[in-house]
């Protein structure tokens, strides 16, 4: 193979920042050839995919809406893939917390906002606490892999929800649709801008991305949580508890996500329906990883991937092209980060082949 | 017993081996006979595991000359060496835990034929040499010992006439020695010649008939063991002269409160392989230095566990500082009370490699130094204390914000003394100071030692390396098999008496006594 | 009463049955050290491709084949990503398992509510008539009987070849077979795309025979089950039969309650499954000893050739 990696010694700062971006304009090429033999010219499609939904009416506000429970769980990612806990279950503890929220809202609509949308923030985080919270206790106290438990709490958890809004929860008005009645006043997210979707979660969520970022590079407990990650043994040595630490970080991503079910719930869907996630909890895996696990890289990983969504909802629209382009996009744009990141600590040699005999000889 | 008229196994000519950094070999010239059992001798670092690895074909020299009965060869690889009649047993073992002896011998043969027959093969040649073994064992059932004879059955199925042993007793009984030699001089007898490495003095004597000396990838001297001292060999082997003990220094003061103490401590080591510490008792004066010798493996690590808190003592009582009772303590209890600590392993486990300088300070300093406030870093206090650290120990690098790994090896150890000391501790426990770094740095981290005794600390010193421990140490401890010879001071020790309490458990008991008339 | 009986038992072979291949493959990837979370992806992947061929061409055969083809063309990038490019194997599998459902998703679109072939049953002549054995053991499709004969393959080439043994030592200790002088890389390669080749399988039956029809994540977390599997079974061939058939009696049981009309609400049922799983694995896990005893020593952990 005449193509050869040379270790660089130490971490190129350069390429910390270009491999997202050179996996992003990786991704769009392969989506084009995609485009192509979908039967549609590429140029226009990969317009638009990527372009026409920023530069329509309110297409910020949309993306702003779309991107909020992106940026707000894979915010929660980051600081757990930093301690070396893989959180995978986002999706279900998602649904937990706007379960939770949803639960609320329909018990009290009559309840006085200040109360209620206060209570439904609450409800909502801790939902997605004790999701995570179960995943905790198995791993800690039973050594249950952490991907295998979260994931399977995933599909219990869209189950829970199907079973609600298709039986004690149904609207009685609701023609018989699988979704509950409509959250009333008190129980809506406050509205930010006339004409737009944009809610009071799209202001949090960069909040607590960087609230999440603080504590990760600022605080004691942030960095007890990236040394159990980075050197374990290390941990010991100085005595940082590593049970402790792994609770903490599923109850911080754990949280957060259901924190982004409460927002979605009560803020642009208004509801619960079975459609509450068109699978954000493995979106958020992608948005924490294009953010190079950096809280803060998560608000810009979420624009991009938001834009996947509302690009692939627009070919639906205008090119009749089938939805799942956003899926193939999301799952190529991972294929190319992972491998750009060899970039970080390997330089690429094209060795020509007498020399690579030679080398190969030593 | 060198038979004249036939050639010689193996004559190695100029082998010169480079790594970034080091140089492992430098024109070093080896001479190995038949029926002979050639010893190579040298401290750590002085290039014999690199050699022995060259005629194993594991790595190829950049210059030089091997030749292999008469005939110039080029050994491509372990497989090939093999062929050509080359075995090796090697330090660490390269066995699979959760497989058989007999899988473990068929993986690493050069063509496996039926089980059945292995089998067989494996239990007559394990029974007619002395090193009993049953093939239907797990390895992960196996004692060190036992396994070291499946490296060696492995090694004499290829039926070889060189077999080359990587320093084979840092692992053994007494017994179980006894039962080797006696093996390997049937061997050498038989027409397979042991190259034998390893720095353990009596036993080279009492078995080798030629040694070769090492010391910084030279060879530096040949000759019969049997004809020389142990202090002699001592001397070829580490330096032309042996440093003076510190008695120059001032001492530790007489009559004080033993600072640090340790009672009867017994732990079964967490680690597979590791060795449990028995009824291991000491005590350290302030500004007293106390040098624990031994080899790697026998029970360091789990020391020093035991010490810092990575490990419960199992009983307050078993390890008292300056009064107080920490067995059951934690780490950071334990830094509070004025305890600090310097593992042997600088990646990953003194320090984060890929983390900074400054935050890697950060990690074992913010109790001591308050550098947090309401549960937040103080990053201002934290980089200063990390630039006084990089300036008060020379730590040649771009600063507090360079990462862990992007320091030498050298650097990263003074760093990460440095950062102990600074933290003006009452006890300090550093695990092999000063391995793997340079002259200079290892010069430094002495200094560095040796004044913070001066200042009341009390220090001990786990060590491989005697020249350090005759350099800084009052007193000097063995630890051997998880167990710790009475301490004795340094200027009544010898080279010859550590050499021989290094030797094992059982061997230390009779030293002891030895010395005791 | 037989009948029920006979019609239970078929049922839960078929379900067990791409749980069985999937979990096969995966557990001898495992066994040489590479920890493939990509299984519902390479499953995905192979139910679209081998229905997508299956229906161009009406062969059956040929689907199965492009079934095979489609989890070990997933499994390859896999193993380009964590063994040439040195990627973090639970991220490269998470990566599949998304790429999977995406590319699944995509290809299949056109697929939808469409029949497709179907894996005809072999109803052995005579002996499938035996009343309750017969149906069982002799009247299903080839692919059922390939399970089987896959996992003694297996068990026989882990457990009584030299090559076998040399996937096992792989995955033991990573250095030491290196040391060893055996190829660390070119052995995982291999046992990568073996599984990827019975993910695939897995996949296409479930296209081809179990339903036989495409749908939109039709696996719906059967790879996951399969991984879960791996573990239960602790890596040995033997056990991962009967895990198999116990969670596809389970997976069976779900549907089979809910077409009877036992007034439990359906997702309750539906969600048996995967709370069996948790289940299973808390039960598993627990013993930390058995699983460090049994479970392959350097099972995700990446290789650095140190020379």
């Known amino acids: 193979m005449p193509i050869r990696f040379e270790p660089r010694g130490e971490r190129s700062t350069f390429w910390i920042y270009a491999s997202p971006v050179l996996a992003i304009v990786l991704t769009v090429l392969g989506t084009g050839v995609i485009f192509r033999i979908l039967g549609q010219p590429p140029m226009a499609a990969a317009y638009t995919f990527l372009v026409e939904p920023l530069v329509e009416e309110n297409g910020l506000a949309a993306l702003a809406v779309k991107a909020a429970p992106l940026i707000m769980m894979g915010a929660g990612l980051a600081l757990s893939y930093r301690a070396n806990v893989w959180n995978i279950g986002c999706e279900g503890q998602f649904i937990v917390g706007a379960i939770c929220a949803g639960g609320l809202a329909l018990a009290y609509p009559d309840a006085p906002f200040w109360l209620l949308y206060p209570a439904m923030i609450v409800a909502g985080a801790l939902g997605g606490m004790i999701t995570a919270g179960i995943v905790a206790f198995l791993n800690t106290e039973l050594n249950v892999n952490e991907i295998l438990s979260s994931l399977m709490f995933s599909y219990v958890a869209q189950f829970l929800l199907l079973y609600l809004v298709t039986g004690p929860w149904r609207d009685p008005h609701g023609l018989g649709f699988p979704q509950t009645a409509m959250f009333s006043d008190n129980a809506t997210s406050p509205m930010l801008m006339e004409g737009t979707n944009l809610h009071l979660g799209c202001v949090v969520a960069p909040l607590a991305a960087i609230a999440v970022w603080i504590l990760l590079s600022k605080s004691v407990l942030g960095f007890q949580l990236r040394v159990v990650g980075e050197a374990p043994r290390a941990a010991r040595f100085v005595g940082f508890a590593e049970r402790r630490l792994i609770w903490i970080a599923l109850m911080v991503s754990g949280g957060l996500a259901g924190l982004a079910g409460m927002f979605e719930a009560s803020g642009p869907i208004g509801q619960l329906t079975t459609n509450l996630s068109p699978g954000y909890g493995f979106t958020a895996v992608i948005v924490a990883f294009l953010g190079r696990l950096h809280p803060v890289g998560a608000i810009f990983g979420g624009l991009v991937l938001a834009l996947s969504y509302l690009g692939g909802d627009a070919a639906q629209i205008d090119l009749g092209m089938p939805n799942a382009v956003t899926g193939i996009f999301q799952g190529i744009l991972l294929f190319f980060l992972l491998a750009c990141d060899i970039l970080i600590l390997f330089r690429v040699r094209v060795v020509s082949a007498p020399r690579a005999r030679r080398q190969a000889a030593e | 017993m060198t038979d004249g008229a036939d050639q010689p196994y193996l004559v190695l000519t100029g082998i010169t081996k480079q790594f970034p950094g080091c140089l492992a070999n430098d024109h070093v010239d080896l001479r190995v006979e038949r029926n002979e059992i050639h010893a190579l001798l040298g401290e750590n670092g002085a290039g014999k595991s690199t050699l022995v690895k060259i005629i194993y074909g594991v790595m190829k020299p950049d210059a030089g000359e091997i030749r292999w009965q008469g005939e110039r060869v080029v050994v491509q690889n372990p497989a090939h060496a093999r062929k050509l009649g080359i075995g090796m047993v090697f330090q660490h073992f390269s066995l699979f835990d959760s497989l058989s002896v007999t899988d473990n011998v068929a993986l690493g043969i050069n063509d496996p034929q039926d089980r059945m027959s292995l089998r067989e093969r494996i239990t007559e040649i394990s029974q007619s040499y002395g090193l009993p073994l049953d093939p239907g064992a797990t390895v992960h059932d196996l004692s060190v010992g036992e396994r070291q004879r499946i490296e060696i059955v492995r090694a004499l199925l290829q039926k070889p006439k060189l077999l080359i042993m990587d320093e084979p007793t840092s692992v053994l009984t007494p017994q179980e020695v006894e039962k080797l030699f006696h093996t390997l001089r049937r061997l050498a007898s038989e027409g397979c010649s042991i190259l034998y490495i390893s720095h353990k003095l009596e036993e080279i004597r009492a078995l080798c008939d030629t040694a070769t000396i090492m010391r910084l990838g030279r060879v530096v001297a040949e000759c019969n063991p049997r004809e020389k001292t142990a202090k002699e060999l001592a001397e070829l082997m580490i330096n032309a002269e042996l440093a003076a003990p510190a008695a120059a220094r001032a001492s530790a003061s007489a009559g004080a409160a033993p600072r640090l103490t340790v009672d009867r401590l017994a732990i079964a080591s967490p680690h597979a392989f590791g060795t449990d510490l028995k009824d291991v008792s000491f005590a350290v004066a302030p500004g007293e230095i106390l040098g624990i010798a031994g080899i790697a493996g026998n029970g360091q690590t789990e020391l020093m566990e035991a010490l810092s808190g990575e490990v419960p003592a199992g009983g307050a009582e078993r390890i008292v500082i300056d009064g107080a009772p920490v067995g059951q303590l934690g780490p950071r209890g334990r830094r509070k009370l004025g305890v600090c600590f310097v593992p042997e392993e600088r990646n990953g486990h003194g320090a984060v490699t890929s983390m900074t300088l400054s935050e890697n300070t950060f990690l074992t300093a913010y109790v001591r130094r308050q550098l947090a406030r309401i549960g937040l870093i103080s990053e201002h206090r934290t980089l200063d204390f990390a630039r006084e650290i990089i300036a008060r120990f020379d730590v040649r690098t771009t600063g507090p914000k360079a990462a862990a790994r992007a320091l030498s090896g050298g650097n990263l150890q003074k760093f990460l003394v440095g950062r102990e000391v600074l933290q003006t501790p009452g006890v300090l426990i550093i695990n092999q100071p000063t391995w793997g770094v340079d002259a200079g740095a290892a010069a430094a981290i002495h200094r560095a030692i040796v004044e913070l005794a001066e200042r009341g600390t009390a220090v001990v010193i786990i060590s491989q390396d005697l020249d350090e421990i005759f350099l800084l140490c009052d007193r000097v401890a063995v630890i051997a098999g998880g167990q710790l010879s009475e301490p004795m001071p340094v200027r009544d020790a010898s080279i010859e008496q550590i050499g021989l309490l290094m030797g094992g458990a059982g061997a230390m008991k009779q030293a002891e006594r030895a010395l005791a008339d | ?307």
């Not at chain 3, 679109?109 to 149906?135: D, E, Q, R």
């Not at chain 3, 890389?185 to 291999?190: D, M």
């Open chain 3, 1 to 307: 009463m037989i009948f029920f009986l006979t019609a239970f038992l078929v049922s839960v072979m078929a379900a067990a049955t791409p749980l069985l291949l999937a979990a096969s493959g995966e557990l001898v990837a495992e066994r040489s050290g590479i920890l493939n979370l990509g299984v519902e992806g390479m499953m995905l992947v192979g139910a679209v491709v081998g229905f997508a061929v299956g229906h161009r061409t009406g062969s059956t055969a040929l689907g199965v084949g492009a079934a095979i083809l489609g989890g070990m063309g997933l499994a390859a990038v896999f193993s380009f990503l964590t063994l040439n490019l040195l990627c973090n194997q639970i991220a490269a599998g998470l990566a599949l398992t998304i790429f999977g459902r995406g590319f699944s998703s995509l290809m299949g679109a056109g697929y939808v509510g469409i029949a497709g072939p179907a894996l005809p049953k072999l109803n052995i002549p005579v002996l499938s008539h035996v009343p309750l054995v017969g149906p069982v053991l002799f009247g299903q499709d080839a692919l059922v009987y390939a399970s089987f004969a896959i996992l003694a393959a297996i068990a026989w080439f882990l457990y009584r070849t030299h090559a076998g043994l040399v996937v096992r030592a792989v995955g033991d200790s990573h250095d030491a077979a290196h040391a060893l002088g055996y190829s660390v890389k070119g052995i995982r390669q291999l046992a990568t795309l073996f599984g990827g080749a019975m993910a695939g399988l897995a996949g296409g039956y479930m296209s081809l025979a179990y339903s036989p029809l495409w749908a939109e994540n039709m696996t719906a977390g059967r790879g996951w089950i399969a991984l879960a599997l791996v573990v239960f079974a602790a890596w040995r061939p033997a056990r991962l039969l009967g895990g198999a058939y116990l969670f596809g009696g389970v997976m069976y049981l779900s549907l089979y309650v809910q077409g009877v009309g036992v007034p439990i609400p359906s997702p309750f049922v539906s969600s048996l499954p995967y709370l069996a799983t948790v289940l299973v694995l808390a039960i598993i896990s627990r013993d930390r000893r058995r699983i460090r005893l049994n479970q392959p020593a350097c099972l995700g952990k990446s290789f650095h050739a140190v020379a």
